[in-house]
């Protein structure tokens, strides 16, 4: 069964970092883009960053930009979420997605699989 595992979700105050992690199981990815959205309650889902296969491409939406980092590891399949400076309107559960469209196309949200998400909590 294809997975995809989001782990690192927390309790943090504005103004600190997290660091999410995406593992993937049950196949190999080579070649797809990773990236993660966001869902708040009450709001849509939207798109934070996405990744290309060798790193060499990241995209990243306006309200993250400077603060959160996308990485990966291809060896270990595992891509990451670095984000500093937290505000409380981060506050939301966050998915790891797959796909082999490119990093900018990602964002549309049409993606082939998703992860089950992890909680991600900023108090003020």
């Known amino acids: 069964q294809v997975q995809l595992v989001e782990s690192g979700g927390g309790l943090v105050q504005a103004g600190g970092s997290l660091r999410l992690s995406c593992a993937t199981s049950?196949?190999?990815?080579?070649?797809?883009?990773m990236g993660w959205f966001r869902q708040a309650p009450g709001n849509e889902r939207e798109f934070v960053a996405a990744?290309?296969?060798?790193?060499?491409?990241?995209h990243y939406a306006d309200s993250v930009k400077g603060r959160f980092t996308i990485s990966r590891d291809n060896p270990s399949n595992t891509v990451y979420l670095q984000m500093n400076s937290l505000k409380p309107e981060d506050t939301a559960v966050y998915y790891c997605?797959?796909?082999?469209?490119?990093?900018?196309?990602?964002?549309?949200?049409?993606?082939?699989?998703w992860g089950q998400g992890t909680l991600v909590t900023v108090s003020s």
């Open positions: 990744i290309s296969w060798y790193g060499g491409t990241r």
């Open positions: 997605a797959a796909d082999l469209k490119p990093p900018r196309q990602f964002a549309d949200g049409y993606l082939e699989v």
């Open positions: 049950g196949r190999t990815f080579s070649g797809y883009t």
